[in-house]
């Protein structure tokens, strides 16, 4: 493809075919996101805009869990994404999808940020939770709310313990040394903790993947 | 730190939930040159932790957001593009010294051999721009048969161990309009993927699979075939162009319900 035809292209071309196929179950949407990240890497901010369509939903959503402040989650979304445009070129694929790597950056600023508030600022943020207000997506909305509810559904079928480990791990982005003060588990529990709940997750997952197979 | 080792954290290690010296343990780890599943189990916990962030119902961010990217990615060109930039403006200035040796022929050939390039980006547009519109007409059937309540899909299933091509089939009869879609890699060197109407006993060609660099391959069904109900859609692996019947190995069957 040249650069020439490629500047004539609707933003999202291909991945309006990918998403399709998506849509159909052929495809994924972590490899549908993978040409995209590296249009980004090439300076294509067209391409940044449709992998913003495809993530900031559920960036905002990490944020906003993480930080209970709508407002800043937003500047925490528009930091991250600025950071994928600069970062693309370092994505690698053999550590994640391009979806995960989004997801990760918004999730990072969203703790770094969580990190820099005081110990009393993040107890008032903690107890005055926001709710948010319910954004379906167009077109996507059955397919990504079927995933969400295998991923809740998994969740849920977790040990307690387990469970909470994920929380603490992802979502108060607590480093295991913190999630075994905290809980006053030993290192190594906490450890094999994490690992095994991500390991049953993941094979839960996989499990509902198949049901859900025609 | 071994590959066992590294594979015990590798969930803690994709969470970022790792200390320091651990945290640099495994970074040096993953820079060595072999591995033993290593990139796999940071691939599946990478994406089990997106899959426990993407688990909460999304929020639509405000259109500021979107505003706020844009302008500070127009302020803020990346290093590699200033250095892309300071490049050709380099290149630039050191070709014009050339030039301005070197004299009227060379300048004559460079005019030439520019014209050639720039016919070949012509040509090579032309055929992009081409299969474009090919691709887009054949992206509006396929939603346009999204959107039919008589459409049918069709899963077609893998019919060898550990095939990674996948495919679907929106199948709408009352119409005789059909598309495929699938994903995986190339047919092997040498050899085409080749779509099949089975009817009866009859096995009639439907086309070469074309895979696009994406991965994706994108195929209308050509409506003759579908002037009778066909039982099945199938795959097989033929030689390049392709063959009248079925002669290679088998990679995707799926049976079209009657109704």
């Known amino acids: 493809m040249t650069a020439g035809v490629a500047a004539l292209r609707p933003p999202g071309y291909r991945t309006q075919a990918m998403l399709l196929a998506a849509l159909l179950g052929v495809v994924g949407r972590a490899e549908a996101d993978q040409p995209l990240l590296r249009r980004v890497a090439a300076g294509d901010s067209r391409a940044l805009r449709t992998l913003y369509d495809h993530h900031a939903a559920a960036a905002l959503a990490v944020a906003f869990r993480i930080l209970r402040a709508k407002s800043e989650a937003e500047d925490v979304v528009q930091e991250a994404f600025v950071e994928v445009w600069r970062r693309a070129a370092s994505f690698d694929p053999r550590r994640g999808s391009a979806s995960s790597f989004v997801l990760a950056v918004c999730r990072s600023r969203a703790l770094d940020r969580l990190r820099s508030r005081g110990s009393a600022e993040r107890a008032v943020a903690a107890s005055a939770r926001e709710e948010p207000e319910p954004s379906p997506l167009p077109i996507e909305s059955a397919v990504q709310r079927q995933d969400r509810e295998r991923v809740q559904r998994a969740l849920a079928a977790l040990p307690a313990e387990q469970r909470g480990a994920i929380e603490l791990s992802y979502f108060a982005g607590l480093t295991q040394r913190e999630i075994a003060e905290r809980t006053g588990d030993p290192l190594g529990t906490v450890k094999t903790r994490v690992r095994l709940a991500l390991e049953k997750l993941a094979a839960l997952l996989d499990d509902e993947k198949r049901n859900a197979l025609p | ?259």
């Open chain 2, 1 to 259: 730190m071994t590959c066992v080792e590294f594979k015990e954290i590798a969930a803690l290690f994709a969470a970022g939930a790792l200390d320091p010296p651990e945290r640099s343990a495994a970074e040096q780890h993953l820079g060595e040159p072999t591995h033993d599943g290593c990139f796999e189990a940071l691939r599946r916990a990478s994406d089990t932790w997106d899959a426990v962030g993407r688990s909460l119902p999304p929020l639509r961010p405000d259109a500021r957001v979107w505003q706020g990217i844009a302008s500070r990615i127009e302020q803020k060109p990346r290093a590699a593009a200033i250095r892309t930039w300071t490049g050709w403006a380099v290149a630039a200035a050191l070709a014009l010294a050339v030039v301005g040796v070197q004299g009227a022929r060379i300048r004559a050939e460079r005019r030439a051999a520019t014209l050639g390039a720039a016919s070949a980006e012509r040509d090579q547009c032309a055929r992009d721009l081409a299969e474009a519109r090919s691709d887009a007409v054949l992206q509006r059937e396929a939603l346009a048969l999204l959107a039919s309540p008589s459409t049918q899909v069709v899963a077609l299933a893998p019919q060898q161990a550990g095939a990674s091509i996948t495919a679907r089939a929106l199948v709408n009869l009352p119409s005789r309009a059909a598309v495929l879609y699938a994903a995986g890699p190339p047919a092997p060197s040498g050899k085409d993927y080749e779509l099949w109407v089975i009817r009866g006993d009859k096995k009639l060609p439907a086309g070469l699979l074309r895979t696009q660099p994406s991965g994706a391959i994108l195929a209308r069904i050509d409506p003759a075939l579908l002037s009778e109900t066909p039982d099945a859609l199938a795959v097989t692996v033929e030689s390049a162009g392709g063959a009248p019947q079925p002669l290679g190995p088998i990679v995707l069957v799926g049976a079209l319900p009657h109704t």
